[in-house]
């Protein structure tokens, strides 16, 4: 399987962005997936998840009540709803099938103003 992520961009404080990654090559609707964050010359660090059941997500202390994790199985896509950006939002976003070794290439988000 394989996962594409997209909508990245340059934003300033405050903004908002919506992360997507399509998911193809797998059950996509039984997986479930999660996006990570990792920030320039850190390591990568888990933002959010979205079981199969869409209702159950589990969310980072940084990314509550910024972010929202959410799943469109009949595009096989998964979203990061981004809110209130910060600086330290700065970095790369990747999609990640959980339990497998199946990695998106990752989209830039730039946070500064």
């Known amino acids: 399987g394989r996962l594409v992520e997209s909508g990245g961009g340059s934003v300033q404080p405050g903004d908002s962005l919506r992360l997507s990654c399509v998911g193809a090559g797998f059950p996509f609707s039984g997986a479930a997936c999660s996006w990570y964050h990792q920030a320039p010359g850190k390591e990568r660090k888990h933002v959010a998840t979205i079981y199969s059941t869409p209702t159950l997500t589990e969310y980072s202390d940084s990314a509550k009540g910024r972010f929202t994790i959410s799943r469109n199985n009949r595009e096989n896509t998964v979203y990061l709803q981004m809110t209130n950006l910060k600086p330290e939002d700065t970095g790369v976003y990747y999609c990640?099938?959980?339990?497998?070794?199946?990695w998106g290439q990752g989209t830039q988000v730039t946070v500064s103003s």
């Open positions: 990640h099938r959980m339990n497998h070794a199946t």
